[in-house]
């Protein structure tokens, strides 16, 4: 392990962070210490041995929103192990001031123990590795190695589907895929929505999708797109006849006697919004509306679906990362903490309790929100080169290529622009951010 600073053994101050109690000595024989501190404590003025517990501060934001997940999981391993000198203090924090409370702590040597957040890359300096532990990259779903090193560990997934307005298809007499055997095609899937919009006097529009990157690159996914070459991750693969298909059929619902709605495509228009009206036959999202719309529809129902395809089956998994900090002087209890979490029984209480899509193979939860296993459905029956791109794209950490396809297809989606104009665009977008990368030939 690498160690950058000495155990603390005071309080100190902190720019922009939280501090756990813990700074110096107590009344009792017992002392709490966030990241280290004295080992020894006065009890009656008298100089005792203590019985150490280390308390590990876990960075964490949404728990409360998310049902108090790991909030419920904490309060199990504390009970099991608070007499084996290791507890759990959450500190939740606002989600857009994580990152920064990190860098700032980072640079005061008063990082937390354990943190659950969308990344790390932009600070992998100060993560901890998890070669030496009982986990393995081959345990999840999401790529946490860098540079050969297991760091983060998928703590729960998200992955894009469908999302119908059932009330509307039943009214309209319109079957729906639920397995593997029903599955649409895009064309079956047009030809769907187009019935149930000409059926239902409320429902005017066949389609939104999210003004997502990601959630484009999930429809050319299942066309057969791919970014890197999968044989060399240096060469470009964008520009091929399967993505031009792909988008020339994006493209295709957007204009006269489409399915789609143009101002949501170019994000003038929020889905999610918009669907929640009932006027709209499908929603192209992530898995993570669901408990948005468990809470706010009560005009309609409305049910997961499994996604169409073309060529493969696809889906884009995102998520966050749950993973221990380097330096803390408590790496040993952090990773104790770890493997403890994904053990089955306690991860299992954890995806339960949030309604989260497992980051761990293997793991099935039962889930209070209906229709949540489309997604795990989804995730198990889609192709590789979705995760493969991503891990690649890791390894350009600080090289943004923004949101190249997504600004492209708004251009395009406006007239602009070609199907051939959005993949010479994204390519050369790709090109000048992306270092050693080259057009396939």
């Known amino acids: 392990m690498k160690k950058r600073w000495l155990a603390l053994g005071a309080c100190a101050a902190l720019t922009a962070a939280t501090v756990l ?55 199990k391993f504390n009970e099991e192990f608070k007499d084996k000198g290791i507890q ?29 957040l969308s990344n790390f890359d932009n600070y992998i300096d ?12 081959d345990d999840f779903l999401r790529d946490g190695t860098r540079n050969g090193h297991f760091y983060g560990t998928s703590v729960n997934n ?40 000409e059926k239902n006097d409320n429902v005017t529009t066949g389609l939104v999708i999210d003004h997502s990157q990601q959630r484009i690159d ?42 789609s709605k143009a101002s949501v495509g170019v994000g003038t228009e929020n889905a999610q919004d918009v669907f929640k ?21 009560s005009s309609f129902e409305w049910c997961p679906v499994l996604m169409p395809y073309d060529t493969y089956k696809a889906t884009s998994l995102g998520g966050n990362w749950f993973y221990a900090m ?34 761990r193979k293997g793991i099935e939860p039962s889930y209070t929100v209906e229709g949540l296993d489309i997604f795990n459905m989804e995730i198990n029956a889609s192709i590789d080169q979705p995760e493969y ?23 395009a989606i406006a007239g602009e622009m070609d199907a051939d104009g959005v993949m010479d665009y994204v390519v050369g977008e790709m090109e000048s951010a992306l270092s050693g990368v080259t057009v396939a030939e």
């Not at 100060?126 to 990259?137: F, I």
Request: glycine content about 10%; some cysteine.
């Open 21 to 75: 109690s813990g700074c110096g000595g107590g009344s009792s024989s017992t002392t709490t210490t966030a990241a280290g501190g004295a080992d020894t404590t006065t009890a009656g003025g008298n100089t005792s041995t203590p019985t150490e517990t280390v308390e590990l501060e876990l960075l964490i934001s949404d728990d409360t929103l998310e049902g108090g997940a790991m909030a419920t999981v904490v309060a």
């Open 326 to 359: 380097d330096g803390t002087g408590v790496e040993e209890e952090s990773i104790q903490f770890l493997e403890w979490f994904y053990e089955p029984e306690n991860y299992t209480l954890y995806c339960e309790t949030g309604n989260y899509l497992p980051g």
């Open 158 to 197: 998200t992955a894009v589907g469908m999302i119908i307005n059932k009330t509307a298809f039943d009214n309209a007499g319109v079957s729906y895929p639920t397995t593997e055997e029903e599955r649409w095609t895009w064309d079956e899937f047009e030809a769907a929505v187009k019935e149930v919009v």
């Open 277 to 297: 009206t009932g006027t709209v036959a499908a929603h192209l999202a992530g898995n993570w509306v669901m408990n948005d719309y468990s809470a706010n529809i």
């Open 126 to 137: 100060y993560v901890l590795p998890l070669d030496d532990s009982s986990l393995s990259q």
């Open 218 to 259: 999930t429809v050319l996914y299942s066309f057969g797109m791919g970014l890197f070459d999968p044989a060399d991750e240096t060469k470009l693969t964008f520009k091929s006849d399967a993505t031009k298909k792909g988008l020339e059929y994006m493209l295709s619902m957007y204009q006269d006697g489409g399915i």
């Open 88 to 116: 759990v203090k959450l500190n939740e924090i606002a989600y857009a001031d994580m990152q920064t409370q990190i860098q700032n702590r980072a640079a005061v040597g008063e990082l937390p123990a354990l943190v659950k």
């Open 389 to 411: 791109d991503t891990s690649v794209l890791n390894k350009h950490s600080g090289e943004d290529w923004g949101q190249a396809v997504r600004d492209a297809m708004d251009r």
